[in-house]
């Protein structure tokens, strides 16, 4: 794949539910009940449970090792600005999408954009690879 | 309330973590990702947030109430089954804002004398 500054990358799309919601946090080891236990999630005063922020950013990973392989990733980095709210019984839809950035070096920065029923849930999300 | 004392001291985690090729298969699967042969870009934050929550909490920090703001990965090297990392960490900054405090922590992953990833978290304890 070839890259140009200011080219428009493919959305694509992940979907979030609880299982994947269980299954992050054994991986991850992030056991925080407010990623499992609606009772618990609601008492803390959110709407629902919400995903581990990591785990939209592990999935904003996911696109951008898809660009040129996860070897080539060399910087990450994002702001949680909103929840991915994980209701029981649903698939919540998270679209990915990006743009090229500056290209020196061999190294293309990459522009992430992060939504979640029309909402961005990542700030400034950037991330550095190798071409 | 944290100890201002703390801001800037390192300290080093008492273990190397040895990655495991089932813990990179686990990790790549929550993703969906089929290259099995170096870990997904993220995977560090399963080491380092661990020892960040120990060092946080240690310090006084009310983990409860910690929400994620910021996360930065640096990735020299991808990791790899196989290595022994040690992770040490340092209070970057803290501060007091409309009640909430903001902690930022570097955590950075060697292997030997080899710095393979420098991560950096934002925790804000909620007020």
Known sequence: MSFVTGQ????????????????????????????????????????????????????????????????????FSAKFIKPVVVPANKDVELIISAKVGEIADGIAKIEITAVCEDVKVLGVAKGAIRI | MLDPDLIGRTFNGANATTVTQESINNFAAVVGESNLTVAPPTFSISITLEQSQKLLQDSGLDW?????????????????????????????????????????????????????????????VRA
Not at chain 2, 66 to 76: A, R, T, Y
């Open chain 2, 64 to 124: 409860t109430r910690v929400v994620h703001g910021e996360q930065k990965f640096e990735i020299k090297r991808p990791i790899v089954a196989g290595d022994e990392l040690t992770c040490s960490s340092t209070i970057e900054s803290y501060r007091v804002a409309a009640g909430n405090e903001i902690v930022s922590v570097r955590s950075d992953l060697h292997s030997n004398d080899e710095l393979v990833v420098s991560t950096w978290s934002t925790l804000v």
């Open chain 1, 8 to 75: 428009e990358l493919a959305p694509k799309t992940y979907k979030i539910n609880r299982a994947l919601l269980k299954q992050y946090a054994d991986a991850s080891g992030d056991q925080n009940p407010i990623h499992q236990d609606e009772a618990f999630a609601k008492s803390v005063g959110l709407p629902d449970v919400i995903a581990h922020g990591m785990l939209t950013m592990a999935l904003a990973g996911k696109y951008l090792s898809d660009l040129n392989g996860s070897q080539s990733v060399l910087e």
